[in-house]
């Protein structure tokens, strides 16, 4: 895919366009010049409306699948997700009402709010699990417990995104720990797998910056860094987010409290027990995850995907520490 350049006037003249376009039908008009913020990853605008600002948000082609990604969680888990106003797939165009205050707006240090936001969040996955399939088609990366060890594999093998030897990249020493480790990841995931827990969509990103509160109840947005993967994983960067800003111990007890409120969705199939222990594993295989979906979102030329870089192989490294809970 070619990555667009999204400082050139004609690119910036056909994205307006399109969001003129996708507002007629709602409508609504634009009234005034967007605000943006642009990653390397991805470029967002705030663009004012006679009715409210709308979101629109362009892709880099590692993270571009996010726009179909929106449309079939929009139609799979209603509710759950911004119903998108536009989307151009073959683009990576979205175009979203505003969201309202986040989770973060409104936390407050109470973290019992979790213990709503996270069934809320499991339920938009065993909702998706059924059709997960649809996800693949729509281009969402493929990361299965299954196929773990071969994506760590291709990984390894990537000493130019893992910085290798470089500053603030994988030491040799490391790198060649993580090599003599495939063997254990393997079965850690085969092990994953033998759960039995269906597939789905996981956010891979989930934190409290990343949730809507409305009155209605939660939506969940931003699913750049997504894929089909143990639905568990995203438990990884949740328990971790809490953990920092609440400056709790890993272990401590409200993180397990958080956790077994998330895996309540699946008691009736599963032990507790059972879960717990998928849970655990599911987070060791997440770390490879994260070091993945970084290494799609700066798959770009742009400079500034520098300043990010090191988040490849620093969330790799985090194969060996222990899960938050």
């Not at 699913?223 to 709790?248: I, K, M, Q, R, Y």
Request: aromatic residues 8%.
């Amino acid at each position: 895919m070619t990555t667009p350049d999204w400082s050139d006037p004609l690119w910036r003249d056909a994205a307006l366009a399109w969001i003129g376009d996708a507002l007629g039908p709602h409508g609504r008009r634009v009234t005034g010049p967007v605000e943006p913020r642009v990653r390397p990853w991805s470029l967002v605008w705030r663009v004012p409306t006679d009715a409210g600002p709308v979101w629109f948000k362009a892709n880099n082609p590692g993270t571009r699948y996010e726009a179909a990604l929106l449309a079939e969680l929009a139609r799979l888990a209603p509710g759950t997700v911004l119903d998108p106003l536009a989307v151009d797939p073959a683009h990576g165009w979205s175009l979203l009402p505003d969201g309202g205050p986040s989770l973060r707006d409104v936390l407050a240090g109470d973290l019992t709010r979790w213990e709503r936001v996270l069934p809320a969040y499991a339920a938009l996955q065993t909702a998706v699990a059924p059709q997960a399939d649809r996800l693949l088609a729509a281009g969402v990366p493929d990361q299965r417990p299954e196929l773990m060890p071969g994506l760590l594999d291709g990984l390894l093998d990537d000493e130019e995104s893992l910085l290798l030897g470089e500053p603030d990249g994988l030491t040799p020493e490391l790198h060649a720990r993580l090599r003599a480790y495939r063997p254990e990841f393997a079965a850690t995931c085969r092990r994953l797998a033998e759960f039995g827990v269906p597939a789905t969509v996981q956010h891979d990103d989930l934190h409290d910056g990343n949730v809507f509160v409305t009155g209605a109840g939660y939506r969940f947005f931003d699913w750049g860094d997504a894929s089909v993967a143990h639905p568990f994983g995203s438990l990884l960067v949740t328990l971790n987010s809490v953990a920092h800003g609440a400056g709790l111990a890993p272990g401590d007890p409200v993180l397990g409290r958080l956790r077994d409120a998330y895996l309540e969705a699946w008691t009736d199939r599963h032990d507790r027990s059972t879960l717990r222990e998928a849970a655990g594993l599911a987070m060791t295989v997440a770390t490879v995850s994260r070091s993945l979906s970084w290494r799609r979102a700066l798959a770009t030329p742009d400079p500034a995907r520098a300043e990010y870089a090191a988040a490849v192989p620093g969330w790799l490294g985090e194969v060996f520490t222990a899960p938050p809970a």
